[in-house]
T-cell receptor, first 112, second 114 residues
Framework: AQTVTQSQPEMSVQEAETVTLSCTYDTSENNYYLFWYKQPPSRQMILVIRQEAYKQQNATENRFSVNFQKAAKSFSLKISDSQLGDTAMYFCAFKGRNKLVFGAGTILRVKS | NAGVTQTPKFQVLKTGQSMTLQCAQDMNHEYMSWYRQDPGMGLRLIHYSVGAGITDQGEVPNGYNVSRSTTEDFPLRLLSAAPSQTSVYFC?????????????FGPGTRLTVT
């Protein structure tokens, strides 16, 4: 069964600085998708970024980028120029042939 | 489009009561899922459906029933509520197309069982 591990329960970063959230996963599949979701205090789940495993190029969405290391089964999220609105819980998720599996989440606090 | 809607937003039940959490989507998505979110555990899949008339169990299905009579609706039934079912419940939908897989989440239902 696939598992997703987020080893950082909580992180803090100063406004305008860069922070990296870690995620590792375990799978025997070769084709899959990886996601980072953001959950602000409103509880809404918001897709931040998506990576297809067959693509070698790391995905980027404005201030958000990933470092996808397929061999190491690692999928970290980098947030540049952190903003107060980035304060949220961040979930890493894996989608293979079957179900979407989530990590336990990392609480990110951006300080002014 | 309203996207994915869930009702109610909040609910308090007594142990043993039954109720149905409603979920609807207006995007003509094939896939719909129910998750529960508990502190420190991320989201766990309860049940999912790949189309009208087809449902399957997820990671934590016990105590819950689902049905999918239409593409739009995917209600989750709690048969006999227990305190262990206190959680935040999310419904999600997606196209299911392999080339573009993204789940759209509803706003969640906070359920407390006393």
């Amino acid at each position: 069964a696939q598992t997703v591990t987020q080893s950082q329960p909580e992180m803090s970063v100063q406004e305008a600085e860069t922070v990296t959230l870690s995620c590792t996963y375990d799978t025997s599949e070769n084709n899959y998708y990886l996601f980072w979701y953001k959950q602000p205090p409103s509880r809404q789940m918001i897709l931040v970024i998506r990576q297809e495993a067959y693509k070698q190029q790391n995905a980027t969405e404005n201030r958000f980028s990933v470092n996808f290391q397929k061999a190491a089964k690692s999928f970290s999220l980098k947030i540049s120029d952190s903003q107060l609105g980035d304060t949220a819980m961040y979930f890493c998720a894996f989608k293979g042939r079957n179900k979407l599996v989530f990590g336990a989440g990392t609480i990110l606090r951006v300080k002014s | 489009n309203a996207g994915v809607t869930q009702t109610p937003k909040f609910q308090v039940l007594k142990t043993g009561q039954s109720m149905t959490l409603q979920c609807a989507q207006d995007m003509n998505h094939e896939y719909m899922s129910w998750y529960r979110q508990d502190p420190g555990m991320g989201l766990r899949l309860i049940h999912y459906s790949v189309g009208a008339g087809i449902t399957d169990q997820g990671e934590v299905p016990n105590g819950y029933n689902v049905s999918r009579s239409t593409t739009e609706d995917f209600p989750l039934r709690l048969l006999s509520a227990a305190p262990s079912q206190t959680s935040v419940y999310f419904c999600a939908s997606s196209t299911g197309a392999r080339s573009y897989y993204e789940q759209y989440f509803g706003p969640g239902t906070r359920l407390t069982v006393t």
